[in-house]
């Protein structure tokens, strides 16, 4: 029974994870800097890791003496009400060269209170982002999250419509919450001769800039950008420097012997 007068759209704010309709939050001791050109929109070194409904991936909230609030214009709330649970008030970016709109929200409820969050995971409003000085990129780093990168013997092969275009036994093998295990392929294993390189290029907060990729260049009907590579990956997963990655989602893996099924994951798409 909904009590006289609440808002029914008001979303609990917590400091625990017991609830899936809750925006829930933790205290993050990184220092977090963030750049739009040659401004630094954001420094602190006491911001807050923040998870919202439905969303897999976390964002910052900062205390608003860390943020450049003088660059900020309260606006109207955006029409599509789904966009940061249980936010009312946001705020344009006001920058020298340009005017972002909505680029920054406040929670509602005392847990966050003098709180600013900015947009990031699909809509990039400031151009770097720094946990202490390194580079991040997409969206913070999940705590609760692993990436492991670990060398290995085992046997591997992938096959597109038949054709075998990888095949080693020094795989690292990329382990990644969430995700099926992804197998990078030393460039020597790998029949790039029957790929096309593209202009493609992804980020990742764990792993860096992607700036490789190739499509399939045989008949198969198979989807672009099929493999990719990170010439530069960040420090932790270094090993996999150079080496070649499928989505195993579109091809079909032959571990040890033994073909594995496909996986199904937001990386599943239609072919070209």
């Known amino acids: 029974m909904t009590a006289p007068n609440a808002d029914p759209e008001a979303v609990p704010v917590v400091r625990r994870r017991d609830q899936s309709d809750s925006v829930f939050w933790e205290p993050a001791e990184r220092w977090v800097r963030a750049t739009a050109g040659e401004l630094t929109i954001v420094d602190s070194r006491r911001p807050v890791l923040v998870w919202e409904p439905g969303r897999p991936v976390p964002l910052y909230a ?82 609760h999250k ?11 092969q992938v096959e597109i419509e038949g054709t075998i275009v990888a095949d080693t036994h020094t795989p690292v093998l990329l382990f990644e919450t969430g995700l099926p295990v992804r197998f990078y392929f030393p460039r020597e294993d790998v029949r790039l001769d029957l790929f096309t390189r593209t202009d493609g290029r992804t980020r990742c907060p764990y792993k860096g800039v992607a700036s490789e990729y190739w499509s399939w260049a045989g008949d198969a009907d198979a989807r672009p950008d099929i493999a990719w590579s990170y010439p530069d990956p ?32 937001f990386f599943s798409r239609p072919s070209r």
């Open 62 to 143: 900062f205390p608003t003496d860390d943020v450049r609030t003088d660059l900020l214009r309260r606006t109207e709330r955006p029409a599509d009400r789904r966009r940061h649970a249980g936010a009312t008030v946001f705020y344009d970016l006001m920058l020298p060269d340009r005017t972002i709109r909505a680029a920054a929200w406040t929670y509602p409820g005392e847990e966050l209170a003098g709180h600013i969050s900015f947009e990031w995971f699909g809509r990039e409003v400031l151009d770097h982002w720094y946990e202490e000085d390194e580079e991040i990129f997409v969206h913070p780093r999940d705590p």
């Open 146 to 156: 692993r990436v492991d990168a670990l060398p290995s013997s085992r046997h591997v």
């Open 234 to 265: 960040l420090p932790s997963v270094g090993i996999i420097k150079d080496r070649v990655a499928f989505y195993d989602e579109s091809v079909d893996v032959v571990v040890d012997g033994v073909r594995r099924e496909r996986p199904v994951t």
